[in-house]
């Protein structure tokens, strides 16, 4: 068996003193480097990416422990993603500068005959043809799976770098950032789980694996098998021995290490098992992509709460809800605005999956804080916390950071004289109650007359999730009592983004917002869960 001559690459520079006999060198030194990095940074990866998707229950039962670890897991995957794109632009530098590299690239350009030999090749698959088509250095698989990793760490890398500046980035840029990351991510997992390691390593005659990009070494035979192009022309070439090229012929696929030794047989069985894993992470990507999990539950009803609460609900009211209700609700207000009899506690019934998130928000808001707009430019406008029990306003730092407060925010305007006034309470509620006394006597343009006068500081457009979870916030955190740390952690966009997404990016509608809206609602009424 001849040994490495030089820099030596099937298709490059050949450096001819003895003519191969045993194996061609089919992946040089760099090569086998860059192609190690991309393995080694892809699966970082691909691990520390889906680890996302992991239900957070999970993470939860680990304490402490999991939240370190969720914490290296963000660090470790933009480290292996920095390590990917140098690597890639080392990859660019060696094709355009290496003489083995530009021979690279110019075997991988495709050409006429790859189409004619992917015809032909399906053709053979078929029976409709008895012998395959002959190919040369790289088939026409071979530069399809190398251009969908250069399309795809294009596509990646630069929707990860999006991402990981998103403070200079719109909410639509980074909203398509990551829906195409992440399918990007699932379609590069599938295509290297499912196309590259049966290629490479599962296909008869290559299990239980092939070591090319270990060593570089192709046997002959191999060559002769999958590329007699390549094979013919080397042997023209004097680059093979002549008595090696008709020992080709006859030769047994390419193993190693030697068949019936424990080395052989424990490779089989680590091939066998990686195997059954590629399986069955394909198989939850599959399901996560075009399966996604449905609620099947039916809507929980129950009984009308009595008692000083935060105030009742009918039997009735409870049923258009998406979250089943607890004694978590029972909140007691030592004034209650009289706005809630007719608005009900759960106001939030348009958008069933994503109203719990809104209306966890009563418990330390008020509603007026999202459906009044204050100036911020005005300095009679300002928020202020009201205690739940004694309705007075606290001055202060907040108790605790949980979000369980005793208290709710509360937009308040300084009236003309110096008087404050709390906007989730009526300047005349005298005139509320009557008008709700007699609601059902007065005729339709009298309810609108009375419901402007009524709605007069109501928006029309209340204050959207990112205009608070962003970095130019509607309300000011840290002014209204929060810690900074906590601030900063309000500031994030990832939870309103996500309620924003849910709606509006969905394959295969992700550019028509109300018509999944309309299919959601289908499904939700299929599932007798009230949206009313």
């Given at each position: 068996m001849n040994t490495d001559t030089g820099n030596s690459t099937t298709g490059g520079t050949m450096e001819s003193q003895a003519p191969y006999t045993n194996y061609i060198i089919r992946l040089n030194s760099q090569e086998r480097l860059q192609h190690l990095l991309t393995f080694v940074t892809f699966f970082i990866l691909v691990i520390t990416g889906f680890m996302l998707k992991i239900p957070e229950a999970w993470i939860l039962k680990f304490g402490e422990t999991g939240k370190v670890v969720f914490e290296y897991r963000g660090l470790l995957h933009r480290i292996a993603g920095t390590v990917m794109i140098l690597s890639s632009l080392a990859h660019v530098w060696y094709i355009i500068t290496d003489p083995d590299g530009r021979s690279f690239l110019r075997d991988m350009i495709p050409r006429f005959k790859d189409a004619k030999d992917m015809v032909q090749n399906l053709a053979y698959y078929l029976g409709m043809r008895e012998e395959p088509p002959e190919f040369d250095r790289f088939d026409y698989r071979e530069k399809m799976e190398y251009w969908a990793l250069v399309a795809g760490t294009i596509i990646i890398s630069s929707t990860g770098l999006l991402l990981w500046t998103e403070e200079y980035w719109s909410t639509f840029v980074l909203n398509l950032s990551i829906l195409i990351h992440g399918m990007e991510a699932i379609l590069a997992t599938l295509a290297v789980f499912v196309w590259h390691f049966y290629t490479v390593h599962y296909k008869p005659g290559k299990f239980p694996g092939s070591r090319i990009w270990i060593d570089g070494k192709m046997p002959l035979h191999e060559l002769k098998e999958e590329h007699p192009l390549q094979f013919a022309r080397m042997v023209e070439e004097g680059l093979i021995d002549p008595s090696a090229a008709k020992a080709a012929e006859h030769g047994e696929m390419h193993v190693f290490p030697e068949k019936h030794s424990f080395g052989h047989y424990l490779i089989k069985a680590f091939t066998v098992l990686s195997m059954l894993i590629c399986l069955v992470f394909a198989g939850a990507l599959v399901k996560l992509l075009y399966f996604p999990a449905q609620y099947t539950g039916a809507a929980t009803t129950g009984s009308k709460?009595?008692?000083?609460?935060?105030?009742?609900?009918?039997?009735?009211?409870?049923?258009?809800?998406?979250?089943?209700?607890?004694?978590?609700?029972?909140?007691?207000?030592?004034?209650?605005?009289?706005?809630?009899?007719?608005?009900?506690?759960?106001?939030?019934?348009?958008?069933?999956?994503?109203?719990?998130?809104?209306?966890?928000?009563?418990?330390?808001?008020?509603?007026?804080?999202?459906?009044?707009?204050?100036?911020?430019?005005?300095?009679?406008?300002?928020?202020?916390?009201?205690?739940?029990?004694?309705?007075?306003?606290?001055?202060g730092k907040l108790r605790g950071e949980d979000g369980v407060f005793g208290a709710r925010l509360v937009p308040v305007v300084v009236e003309p004289g110096g008087k404050a006034h709390r906007l989730d309470h009526q300047l005349d509620e005298k005139l509320t109650k009557e008008y709700i006394a007699k609601v059902n006597t007065l005729s339709p343009e009298e309810q609108a007359k009375a419901k402007a006068v009524l709605h007069k500081n109501i928006s029309k457009k209340p204050i959207q999730c990112t205009e608070c979870h962003s970095r130019q916030p509607y309300i000011d955190f840290v002014a209204v009592g929060y810690s900074r740390a906590r601030a900063e952690s309000l500031y994030r966009t990832e939870v309103a983004d996500m309620i924003d997404r849910y709606m509006k990016f969905y394959l295969p509608t992700m550019f028509d917002p109300d018509l999944i809206k309309q299919q959601k609602l289908r499904q939700l009424l299929k599932e007798n869960r009230s949206t009313q």
């Open positions: 709460l009595a008692g000083n609460v935060f105030w009742a609900i009918s039997s009735k009211d409870m049923t258009g809800h998406f979250h089943a209700l607890d004694n978590n609700v029972k909140m007691h207000l030592g004034n209650p605005p009289v706005c809630i009899t007719c608005h009900g506690t759960y106001p939030h019934s348009k958008s069933p999956d994503i109203r719990s998130f809104l209306n966890m928000h009563n418990y330390f808001m008020a509603c007026e804080t999202c459906h009044v707009r204050l100036d911020p430019n005005d300095p009679n406008h300002h928020f202020a916390w009201f205690d739940n029990k004694s309705d007075k306003q606290r001055v």
